[in-house]
């Protein structure tokens, strides 16, 4: 018997490892540029998390902030950056089993808006009963008015729901409103003794 009525996941470092280092190498043929891709991407990406920033907008200052040599590799990288992340299979087949059990599965996640619309690139989402990603809603972790939001949208109990989360301070806020979780670390039997799982 699962000690949660509901499951609610992370996705970037829990269903896949969201890993900038190998992400930027996909695209960028010299190691020497990685620096300067770098700098022109990452601090916008808080704000395109949000959606407080326009993502054609930012990706096309970006493209005009590097050197011509490094202007096709960053718009391949906003364009196609949502493919590189690298499913944590020990979670896809945790996702597996409780879909199996008929438990409702939720993801909550903090992502621009190409992830928000080409999420389902990765197969497992089709086992989630609700997705709900940041950027759209113009709000996310640890807000707690984006947890408030997926409970209302759901008709969840907060006290129902178990979080698994990369991030401590995400964990905090879900407690703040009655729901229970974990910071996911890479240890999914932990995960499943937390859950009520064998």
Known sequence: MLNYKNIIFDFGNVIAEYNEDYIFRQFCADAKDLPTMAQAILPTWPQLDYGSLDYQEV?????????????EAVENFYD???RCLLPIK???SLIEELH??????????????????KADYYEITKKFTGILFSAPLK?????????RYLFDTYSLIPEECFFIDDRSDNIMAGRSLGMDGIVFSGDVQAVRRAIGLP
Do not use: C
């Open 59 to 71: 990706k096309e200052q970006a493209m005009q902030s590097v050197p011509s040599h490094l202007t």
């Open 90 to 92: 020990e979670i896809w």
């Open 100 to 117: 199996n059990l008929r438990i409702p599965l939720y993801i909550l996640s903090n992502a621009p808006t190409l992830f928000a619309a």
């Open 139 to 147: 709000m996310g972790k640890p807000n707690p008015d984006f947890y």
């Open 80 to 82: 196609n950056w949502y």
